[in-house]
């Protein structure tokens, strides 16, 4: 006999099954790890392209994916009306911004850094879906932003911590990455209640694909096969990744999935040390550490039985 799903009151309010929600932070956590492979090869591609052709690729290769995805599975019939068109293109452009942010930083700075400061965005996920979505947040979690935003201080050097000479310019760039992919996460939440998960994956790269084609007569070097070959792997790992994240947003609130990017870290550090060569220092490892406490502090939800 099956046993009926449980099911818990979420943040913002909305009946929620225990099976939804931990469905849809399986799906984060693997949009998590195929963030970090993206971003590797963005980095690895840094010494060859300029970033404007890089975000390019992304866009225009991961909507050339999903469109084609979507076509096939569909029998021909793709979901492209949306209900909300204008907030799916202050979306697609939010998310053009935080990429060309990022992969900014990532020509100047180790990917663990640049992920460690770049976590400020889940903490500001968390404040800005109480602000703006009605989701309440407790005490613990509010705990829990504020002591994450503290590491994300620690990670980026400031001199009246470390002692030392003022930080890179750059990790300013992660910064605004972050406070733009938190308005991009509220904006995925806003739209998972008007549109078709499917409709919101297929416009993630529209504006952002013609915004950075605008760049590219004036950046554009003709790539290798090889290189041909990893700029159409950035795009179709970008469409798998922002198709998941959309995915999950539909089955779960902001400020339970938002903090679980915290995993992202383990990644990168990885990925960094593997690829790279790049061992985090002492203020990126502490900074990491406050971070990843904090959010334990604001990961665990506050379920209430309906």
């Not at 999903?66 to 799916?88: D, E, I, K, M, Y």
């Not at 994450?148 to 990455?177: C, D, K, N, Q, W």
């Not at 179709?236 to 922002?242: D, K, L, Q, W, Y």
Request: proline share 7%; glycine share 8%.
């Amino acid at each position: 006999m099956a046993v009926p799903a449980r099911r818990f009151v979420a943040d913002d309010g909305v009946v929620i099954s225990t099976n939804s929600a931990l469905f849809g932070i399986a799906l984060q956590l693997i949009a998590l790890v195929l963030f970090v492979c993206m971003d590797t090869v963005f980095k690895l591609l840094t010494g060859h392209f300029a970033v404007a052709q890089l975000a390019w690729s992304r866009f225009f290769f991961s909507t050339l994916t999903v469109w084609l995805f979507f076509w096939l599975t569909s029998r021909g019939r793709v979901p492209w009306r949306s209900r909300a068109p204008g907030l799916q293109a202050a979306r697609s452009l939010t998310l053009t911004g935080c990429t060309f942010f990022f992969s900014s930083a990532l020509v100047f700075l180790p990917l663990a850094d640049t992920t460690a400061v770049n976590f400020a965005a889940p903490l500001l996920s968390v404040a800005a879906a109480a602000l703006f979505l009605g989701e309440k947040v407790s005490p613990r979690r509010w705990l829990g932003v504020g002591l994450g935003l503290a590491g994300v201080m620690v990670a980026v050097r400031p001199p009246f911590i470390t002692g030392e000479a003022a930080p890179h310019p750059a990790y300013l760039l992660p910064l605004g990455s972050a406070a733009l992919f938190a308005l991009y996460t509220i904006l995925t939440r806003q739209l998972a209640a008007r549109d078709d998960p499917r409709t919101t994956i297929l416009h993630t790269g529209l504006v952002a694909t013609v915004v950075s084609s605008l760049a590219l007569p004036f950046v554009w070097i003709w790539p290798t096969p090889f290189e041909w070959l990893l700029l159409v792997t950035i795009g179709v790992i970008g469409g798998a990744s922002h198709g998941l994240l959309v995915l999950a947003y539909a089955r779960a609130p902001v400020s339970v999935l938002a903090p679980l990017s915290y995993s992202q870290l383990v990644w990168a550090g990885v990925a960094g040390w593997l690829v790279f060569a790049d061992l985090p220092d002492r203020w990126t490892l502490m900074g990491a550490a406050v971070i990843f406490c904090g959010g334990i502090l604001a990961v665990l939800p506050d379920r209430r039985r309906p």
